[in-house]
């Protein structure tokens, strides 16, 4: 790469993306887990240094700005949104100092930075004026096409835009990526001779092309040669300016993750039905189960089984981590040989430790379970601290909130909780100690000492009978 300060990046994100009939920003729309113009971003980051990434904002300027500002990327306003050769000529300030400009399209997600290299390679051998990213994908529909002056020659004539074309051009597969690389002087030469006397009445930076050649500059066309990893020939040029090819994206970029897991020796099985996001990590012999979710941050160690229906967002789990059927985890660590669900919900702040075992319709939150320890059955443990080895029976509940505050409960090692029972919190519960079934814990209890907290039972033999005997006469009432 030459010196960075010759060359910048400017990525068109400012239009409104009508065709998704969102109130999002288009830019601002997911795949992967991910905004669209994160991607963008990204790829450009490996070129240039984000202080040379020009991101062009207008449709909610604001809420694009707020979304990728901490990527230290640059801003340029275009107010008032008229088209891809306006959101350049917003950029003229911005890109006066540099040499030479790759201008990225914020809603082409898949693109790799491999192959933005190649192509500032091959602008500069061909010392362009413009270079244009083309690509010939199966269906050419609602791209721009790229004209060359022949077939064999790299030179292009002209861009024509879907509406524009005549019948006989309708036929060309070459498409306009509206990925481009410009040489700056000649750029912003003849950026104000744009028209808006087209179908949108919008200033297109395809017109460029056209422009450029007539006042005999030189203008190429790259086209995309191999396929991405795990991706389609042509995938990483594809635009997403419809729902429908928004997610057809995201099944683009979920299975190169698959892919690339799957390489690396995760097995899983019916990987069209799992959405797992492009920065998970999840380490060789793990299983993963169909209609799996695993999402953002999530780490997932060796050897591990997440069966069907769960959902794992921004965990980290060990080494030989069960998670039984439709369990929902969030923002949690699950230590080595733990065992979750079926059914279980840990969320924000739970620590599971080693071989510690949480069953079925267990909740826990800001909660702790030491090595070995179990909480098998219908439980919520809530901002609560679980010592080694305790056992915690079925139907316990930590009553955690006042109605005001949260208050911690501390359950020591080796401590026993019958079931059925309440802990009112705050409260501590020493080591090794014992609490009777069905107690209301309201005190604490010290190290080896047995708690119940329940009403005493009390039997009356031959109750029943005698009930029944005195209601006996309205009994008897004659029926017809
Ligand atoms: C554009 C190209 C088309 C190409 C296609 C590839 C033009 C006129 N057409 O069409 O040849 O095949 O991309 O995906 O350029 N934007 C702004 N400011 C604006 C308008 C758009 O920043 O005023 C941004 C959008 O947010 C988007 C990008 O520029 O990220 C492309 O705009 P879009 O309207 O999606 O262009 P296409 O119709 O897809
Ligand atoms: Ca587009």
């Not at 702040?349 to 320890?373: P, R, W, Y």
Request: aromatic share 4%; hydrophobic share 40%; proline share 4%.
């Amino acid at each position: 790469m030459e010196s960075s300060t010759k060359l910048a990046v400017v990525i068109m994100a400012a239009g409104k993306g009508t065709r998704l009939k969102s109130r999002r920003p288009k830019v601002l729309h997911e795949i992967g887990g991910k905004p669209l113009l994160n991607y963008a971003i990204a790829a450009a980051g490996q070129v240039v240094d984000p202080a040379h990434i020009y991101v062009v904002v207008g449709h909610q300027a604001e809420r694009v700005k707020a979304a990728v500002t901490a990527t230290g990327v640059c801003f340029v306003e275009q107010a008032d949104p008229r088209g891809t050769g306006h959101a350049i000529q917003c950029a003229r300030e911005a890109i006066s100092g540099y040499q030479h400009i790759l201008v990225l399209s914020g809603d082409v997600p898949l693109i790799r930075p491999e192959t933005i290299e190649q192509l500032w390679q091959f602008h500069l051998a061909e010392q362009a004026a413009m270079t244009i990213l083309t690509a010939a994908p199966e269906d050419p529909t609602g791209y721009g096409r790229v004209l060359r002056k022949s077939a064999d020659s790299p030179e292009v004539a002209a861009i024509v835009e879907e509406k524009g074309l005549t019948a006989e051009q309708r036929t060309a597969r070459e498409i306009n990526s509206g990925i481009y690389a410009f040489k700056t002087a000649p750029l912003l030469e003849h950026l104000g001779k744009l028209t808006a006397n087209n179908a949108h009445q919008e200033l297109y930076l395809t017109d460029m092309a056209g422009l450029l050649c007539a006042a005999g500059e030189r203008v190429v066309a790259f086209e995309l040669a191999g396929a991405g990893k795990g991706t389609a020939p042509a995938a990483e040029v594809l635009g997403a300016n419809t729902i429908a090819e928004l997610v057809a994206l995201d099944s683009t970029l979920r299975a190169a993750t698959a892919n690339r897991l799957m390489a690396a020796g995760v097995t899983i099985f019916r990987p069209e039905t799992c959405v797992i996001d492009a920065g998970v990590e999840v380490a060789p012999d793990t299983v993963i189960e169909p209609f799996v979710q695993l999402l953002g941050s999530t780490r997932i160690g060796a050897e591990c089984l997440i069966r069907s229906y769960s959902v794992v967002e921004n965990c980290t789990l060990g080494n030989n981590v069960l998670i039984r059927q439709s369990c929902v985890l969030a923002e949690s660590t699950i230590e080595d040989g733990a065992k979750i669900g079926p059914f279980a919900h840990l969320r924000p702040g739970s620590k599971i430790g080693q071989d510690a075992h949480v069953g079925n319709f267990v909740e826990t939150k800001k909660a702790t379970l030491g090595k070995g320890a179990k909480v098998n059955h219908l439980t919520y443990l809530g901002d609560a601290e679980v010592g080694e080895g305790t056992n915690i029976g079925a139907g316990v509940i930590t009553c955690n909130y006042d109605g005001v505050n949260k208050h911690p409960t501390r359950i020591g090692k080796g401590v026993f909780v019958g079931s059925d029972s309440t802990l009112i919190a705050p409260i501590v519960v020493e080591d090794g100690a014992y609490i009777g079934a069905g107690s209301c814990i309201t005190k604490d209890v010290p190290a080896g000492a047995l708690a119940v907290g329940r009403g005493r039972q009390f039997t009356k033999e031959g109750w029943v009978a005698a009930r029944r005997a005195r209601q006996a006469p309205q009994d008897q009432k004659p029926r017809n």
